[in-house]
């Protein structure tokens, strides 16, 4: 009973994407069927419950939400980290309802011949029923990704710029200078991809907060890392991951950390949109 519990608790909940969406298509099905025809109105005479139509919406409306879910993927991994603009965001948009017309063209012929037993070719309803859909779900993309967006184009916006202050000294670090970070003996360190090594006084969680959440990966308490800093990758015991960095840090050896089998599968996502 306790494992059902914890399932529930962590699948089926209104956070979660595909239940979310899902339960609103339904909804959202079922609600605007009832309008599309007087013999679908609840309070007609001749009320008739609109199954097929339901049908069809929900699945259009789940093909549109996947196509939707795997572009945005895409466009986080290959534009969104670097850069959010509107060129970005209207090919995003565009690209996505392609997709969807591309989809919806078949499938209106198909539906059409299940339900009338034959094929409209009538282009008038066609355009129609496209113009339609694709009006829905640029207001549903806009809606489901609008807090995404605004989050990494936060995140973008955090000056690409480390002011580091030591000893009555300010030292300026930009992003694209650091290899990794890490601590040691409650002191942390900034490597530069030259093998520059920086003394801060920073604690780690400030420099976490800092940095493009897109760019770097906190592995541990210890260690936040870019991708260039990775050297090799290697399968350690109990499901762990042990990271080879470059560069070397002076006067030391290679630097070697462990990743958790905890953390193992969040850095292969990371590490799989980079490369």
Not at 33 to 48: D, I, L, S
Not at 237 to 266: C, D, F, M, V, W
């Amino acid at each position: 009973m306790k494992t059902i519990h914890l399932f529930f608790k962590q699948n089926i909940n209104l956070s979660n994407y595909w239940i979310k969406n899902s339960f609103f298509i339904i909804v959202f099905s079922i609600i605007i069927n009832h309008f599309t025809t007087p013999e679908n109105f609840p309070f007609n005479r001749n009320y008739q419950f609109p199954i097929i139509p339901i049908i069809a919406s929900i699945i259009g409306g789940s093909v549109a939400i996947i196509i939707s879910y795997f572009n945005f993927k895409y466009f986080k991994r290959k534009y969104f980290s670097e850069k959010i603009n509107s060129k970005a965001l209207l090919f995003f948009l565009f690209s996505t309802l392609g997709y969807i017309t591309i989809f919806y063209i078949p499938f209106y012929y198909i539906s059409n011949f299940l339900v009338n037993g034959k094929v409209d070719y009538n282009f008038y309803y066609l355009l129609n029923g496209l113009l339609v859909s694709l009006l829905i779900d640029t207001i549903l993309i806009s809606l489901l990704f609008s807090s995404d967006i605004y989050k990494l184009h936060k995140l973008n916006s955090i000056q690409g710029v480390l002011k580091v202050q030591q000893s009555g000294k300010i030292t300026l670090v930009k992003h694209s200078e650091i290899a990794f970070i890490y601590s040691e003996n409650k002191i942390v360190y900034i490597v530069k991809t030259d093998g520059t090594l920086i003394m801060t006084d920073f604690t780690l969680n400030e420099i976490e907060s800092k940095v493009n959440e897109q760019s770097f990966f906190r592995t541990n308490r210890q260690t936040i890392i870019h991708l260039r800093s990775i050297e090799q990758i290697q399968s350690i015991e109990n499901g762990k991951l042990s990271l080879l960095l470059k560069p070397t840090i002076p006067n030391k050896e290679s630097l070697q950390i462990n990743i958790s089998r905890h953390k193992k599968q969040a850095f292969m996502n990371w590490f799989e949109s980079k490369t």
